[in-house]
């Protein structure tokens, strides 16, 4: 063999070898494409609110009592906004479905203790999946059905919980409305209507209803207009004080409907009842209004201290003006009317007024101030469920536990507030 046909043979034999290798190469990235784990796209945010600031009111005493009365100068905090920090994350589960969770837990920024005692993550916890074409399902301690619907019309968006929620929050229109062992459908938007339901349960050995909590609802939007409308019933345990509490963990599944002037004598309800409208209309680049109508009914049972049913009707209606970028000022006003019940001849009136001043200092701090009035007349049940007394006032939510020990009662605040 010629010098030539070696070097032409050998040549041809790396040109082979070299086809070879790169086959084996191809087959083993298919191989590898094939066989290795998907992993799929997943977030995790970490953020939180920081709200702290001076409040004064005219007159103050313990709840249940009309003793006192004298005026108070204090650190408030979590009025714009409940101080808190949470974590919340998604994962892509493909075909546009969705894993979800969040956890939640609420501080007083004034101490840095929990918001309630012995719940670390007591504004949310849960868990679910979520698809944009069939919608959401979670499960875990949550804002019910009803709230998660009404929200974008309640009073508190502008005017605060701590001083604009219905007097003493009867209603459940402010955002410590949350309920434990909760499963929840929220469906996506069909033409502008929502529809959403809940269901607590309790837990009570040898009844499904006994403590439970179910709601229900709809939503439609269209444009700058938006209505909504839901119902909610609490199935309350009479033993051991009813619904009443923070976070009770045993009775109503743990909706905190909180003890107010208002509420105090009806705290044994074997049952509540709330039916809610609410409406909202965007009227120009500066001015938007809302309203809402609150049917509440406590309703008596064989453990409970009262009689008669008790219904309170309240009507409410907020104005929100967008002075400039940085500037946001509301008004707004409630009357709420209780039904004449358990030998009370003349029922109770509230009748509030609530003011807001919002600054922006950057997209994410701001400062606010705001200021109330409620006027209460007629009477009520006292707290242990039978004596007839004068009703009192209490503004909002944030004066549950500390309300008037008179029928009027003005309050006024001033906080920062920083988001992250």
Known sequence: MSKATAVDAHKKELKIMRRYLEVRMGLSVVAMTVTAPV???SSVTLYGIIDTGFGYQSS????GSTSGGHSAVKIINGVWAGSRFGLKGTEDLGGGTKAVFQLEEGFNSATGAQSVNGLMFNR?????????RYGALTAGRQYASYYQ?????????????????????????????RTNNT???????WYGLKVSASYSLAGVPGSVNQGSTWAAGLQYTRGAFGVAAAFSRINNSTRGGGAFGADSATSNAGA??????????????????RFAVGAGYTINSQFDVTATYTNVQYIPGAGSAFRDQATFNTGGMVLHWKAA????????YSYTRATEANGIKSSAQYQQVTLSEYYSLSRRTGVYALQAYQRANGQTLGSNGHSIINATATIGDGFQSTPSSSRSLFAAGVGIIHRF
């Not at 949310?124 to 944009?132: H, P």
């Not at 003890?259 to 009842?273: K, P, R």
């Open 256 to 273: 905190q409907t909180g003890v107010s002037a208002v509420t105090n004598g009806y705290q044994t309800a074997q049952a509540q009842q």
């Open 325 to 332: 970028p940085v500037w946001d000022f509301a008004a707004g």
């Open 60 to 63: 103050q005493t313990t709840l």
């Open 149 to 177: 619907l009404l929200a974008p019309y309640s009073p508190v968006t502008w005017l605060s919980g701590f001083y604009g929620a219905h007097p003493g929050d009867l209603d459940g229109l402010d955002t410590i409305y």
């Open 39 to 41: 992993f799929a796209q």
């Open 124 to 132: 949310q916890a849960f868990v679910g999946v979520t698809n944009e």
């Open 183 to 189: 499963i929840e459908y929220m469906s996506p938007s």
